[in-house]
Each structure stands twice: as C-alpha cells, then as structure tokens.
C-alpha cells in the first residue's frame, strides 16, 4: 500500500497558538481523513478533507479550531488553532486507496 | 458511535493461536468488516477485511458468521509483537474506531 510522511511527529506549544500538521502520500489516493487519540484513548475521526472543497467535518468538531487543506491528491494540512491544554493528544492523518493506511502520528503537547 | 462490540483484553501464550471475537449486529448488506492494529504509539495497522467470505492472508484468518452478524479474527501463531489493540470496524468508507480489544501474549 501506499506510504504516508506525516510532520510534525511531535512538538510542544504554547496555549494560544497554532499549529499545522502536514501528510504527504507517496501516490494519489481518493480518500484523506484525520483523527485525534486524546491519551488512553481509541482514535476519534475529526473529518474528511476532500480534494479541492471544504473539509467534512464530524460531530463535535468545526472549521475555525481545525482548518483543514486538501490541494491535491498526494497532500493534506490540519491545523490545529488556538490551542489549549486540551488539544494534548496523537494527531493521525489516514489515506485510502485499496486498502487504508495511516501517517505515524504527531504527538502535540499544549503547555 | 462505533457499530462493534468487542472485549475491552484478551491474553494469549505465546506460539498459540489468538481467537479476537466481534460482534456487529447492526451490519448492512454493503459494509465491509475490517480489522487493524494498534501497537503501542504507532499509527494503526491494517490486518485483514471481508465482506462475507471467511478470508486470509499472511498475517491473520477473517472468519464471518454466515448472518454476518458477528466476526473472529484468528492469529493462527500469536508471537510477542502481536501484543496491540485490534479494532473491528464495518464501514463502507470512513473509519469508525471503537475501543477494540487489547491482546497481551506472554511467553
């Protein structure tokens, strides 16, 4: 299957900022999703990024906290916007052609 | 919410086979059962999926109650780097993610 890169794979921030995560696939795939995994927890989709429209987002989660960019079939950005301590987990984006696979992840710490 | 129900642990020696049940009562006649792995901070790892055909490939058995309303994964010969959280999830596209099962082999 496909190969994502996913970056950052950790960072620490400072509350109030923002941070914007990148996953490059190494093929076009049709489909590009994003999750949160708060610690301890199972992975919770955030939404759908559809290639040149906006993203599709799940309950719970909206546009202005996490914007999400889609310009093409190989690539996807998350940003994660105004952070608060809460917002401390693994963000994992996932691709889908055959079969799905995911980046490793990005371990945000908000301090 | 997640349309699986699977126990929170299991543990299985090590050589032996794992048996990983799931139920998924609510099942439609077009979603897919599919299975993946999650090894202790790492992305998740897909392992296998049907639809209602037993399947197998090179890591595990897809067995698929012919009501398809429940599912067992098999590892026929469960080695320490199978320890991970499995999760089953029926989707036709987007990932559901439950709270799977946590499976422990020991030596």
């Known amino acids: 299957s496909a190969v994502i890169s996913q970056k950052p794979s950790r960072d620490i921030c400072q509350r109030g900022t923002s941070l914007t995560i990148q996953c490059q696939v190494d093929s076009q795939v049709t489909m590009m999703f994003w999750y949160r995994q708060q610690p301890g927890q199972s992975l919770t989709l955030i939404a759908t990024a559809n290639q040149g429209s906006e993203a599709t987002y799940e309950s719970g989660f909206v546009i202005d906290k996490f914007p999400i960019s889609r310009p093409n079939l190989t690539f996807s950005t998350l940003t994660v916007s105004n952070m608060s301590p809460e917002d401390s987990s693994i963000y994992l984006c996932?691709?889908?052609?055959?079969?799905?696979?995911f980046g490793q992840g990005t371990r945000l710490t908000v301090v | 919410d997640a349309k699986t129900t699977q126990p929170p642990s299991m543990d299985c020696a090590e050589g032996r086979a794992a048996n990983l049940p799931c139920n998924h009562s609510?099942?439609?006649?077009?979603?897919?059962v599919y299975w993946y792995r999650q090894i202790h901070s790492q992305g998740p790892q897909y392992i296998i999926h049907g639809l209602k055909n037993n399947e197998t490939n090179e890591m595990a058995s897809l067995i698929i109650t012919e009501d398809r309303k429940s599912s067992t994964l098999i590892l026929p010969h469960a080695t320490l780097r199978d320890t991970a959280v499995y999760y089953c999830?029926?989707?036709?596209?987007?990932?559901?993610f439950g709270t799977g099962t946590r499976l422990q082999v020991f030596p």
């Open positions: 609510t099942i439609s006649g077009n979603e897919y």
């Open positions: 996932q691709g889908s052609d055959t079969e799905a696979f």
């Open positions: 999830i029926v989707t036709t596209d987007k990932l559901i």
